[in-house]
């Protein structure tokens, strides 16, 4: 059973439509109407993209990002 990570998403809202991608995981993006199907879709594009790097014998990137809140 292999170790459970928590990877950083960023989403950003763009006109009608969200985004969002995992900085850890480079090209690990999904694109939805709504925030909630984001969230679905980049959940699901983590999974695939893991499981495609350990079936190819890749490295697992570790996650190192984080999020911070500044007032200006």
């Known amino acids: 059973m292999s170790k459970l990570r928590k990877y950083l998403v960023v989403y950003e ?5 969200y985004g969002a991608f995992v900085p850890d995981l480079p090209g690990c993006v999904a694109v939805a109407k709504t925030r909630p199907a984001v969230k679905k879709l980049i959940r699901e594009a983590i999974e695939l993209h893991l499981e495609d790097l350990a079936s190819r014998g890749a490295q697992i990137p570790r996650p190192t990002s984080a999020s911070e809140y500044i007032a200006a």
Do not use: D
């Not at 809202?13 to 439509?17: K, L």
């Open 13 to 17: 809202r763009e006109g009608r439509s």
